[in-house]
């Protein structure tokens, strides 16, 4: 059986190598479009810019290595994008080329899917959206845990391309009726770093406000993605790409009483559940988590 064949934008950054790499472990072959390559032995890479339209339509037009040359049978189709290509915060290059990037880019890449004929996009969208992140000053949630049908409202240049972005998926999905699922990616941890950062986020936990707490193991992403290519048929979605619990020692109910007082509940919650919700990748994809940060991290009285 012939491998999925997938173009993957933005394959090099911190997220991207570790659900390219989960990919290519799940069988999948992987074409990375990024300004810079993955040194992966197995990922063949192409330089392309997202803002330029041209060269998304051309890419996903594109042969995925010298090998498909060979049956002669011309360029077979992708069967999905997944488009983590971006500026990946503010205060790396001016707000407005932020926003413009990421805009831009990402109704390129969907318009030349859609157009194409590919008939599955899943894009990263961000924990952003939800508005803590990036406030200025020290802001509230409206209501606890932050699930997919919160009304969303950044109030900078990332969160609201992001909220954007999701805009953008929901209309092609109107207009043409493929699967395009969004992913609100959670504060992105790789293996090495718990060791390095998580120590210090227990002891000063006032640090972790602005990301509500959560995180997401970077193979525990790839994963996700896995099951966002496996699951078919949903149309256009949302989805908190988090792991299950705080990235905190401190049980979830005291941990919203100390940092967000007088912030209401919408339901009941797991002693440690994550405030940042992974509710529904678990009831519609099958979530399950590999990489809890205990595996990596010990806590005494734990």
């Known amino acids: ?44 890479n192409l330089i392309a810019d997202i803002t330029d339209s041209g060269q998304m339509f051309n890419a996903m037009s594109s042969y995925a290595g010298f090998d498909e040359l060979e049956p002669g049978t011309g360029v077979p189709t992708f069967d999905a994008v997944v488009h983590f290509a971006a500026v ?27 157009k194409l004929g590919i008939k599955k996009v899943i894009i990263a969208s961000s924990e952003t959206t939800y508005g803590i992140c990036f406030s200025d000053g020290q802001t509230n949630p409206h209501s606890l845990p932050l699930e997919e049908d919160y009304d969303v409202d950044p109030m900078d240049s990332y969160g609201l391309s992001k909220v954007v972005n999701e805009k953008t998926a929901r209309s092609f999905q109107r207009r043409s009726g493929i699967d395009i699922y969004a992913l609100r990616i959670g504060n992105v941890i790789e293996p090495h770093e718990y060791a390095e950062l998580f120590p210090h986020y227990f002891k000063h936990p006032e640090v972790r406000r602005r990301n509500a707490f959560c995180y997401i193991d970077a193979r525990d992403l790839g994963q996700i993605v896995d099951l966002c290519l496996q699951k078919d048929g949903l149309g256009f979605q949302v989805f908190n790409a988090g792991n299950d619990d705080n990235g905190a020692i401190i049980p979830t109910k005291k941990l919203a009483e100390r940092f967000f007082p007088d912030v209401p509940f919408t339901r009941e919650m797991g002693e440690h559940e994550a405030l940042f ?15 809890n940060w205990r595996k990596y991290v010990s806590v005494s009285g734990e």
């Open 277 to 291: 919700s992974n509710r529904k990748i678990r009831d519609v994809l099958g979530f399950k988590e590999q990489h």
């Open 88 to 114: 990946p915060r503010i205060l790396i290059n001016p707000d407005n080329e932020t926003f413009r990037v990421n805009t831009i880019g990402t109704y390129n890449v969907i318009e030349a899917a859609v």
């Open 1 to 44: 059986m012939t491998a999925k064949r997938i173009l993957f934008t933005g394959g090099s950054g911190k997220a991207g190598k570790h659900a390219v790499a989960y990919l290519i472990d799940q069988g999948y072959r992987v074409l990375n479009v990024d300004l810079t390559p993955l040194d992966h032995p197995k990922v063949d």
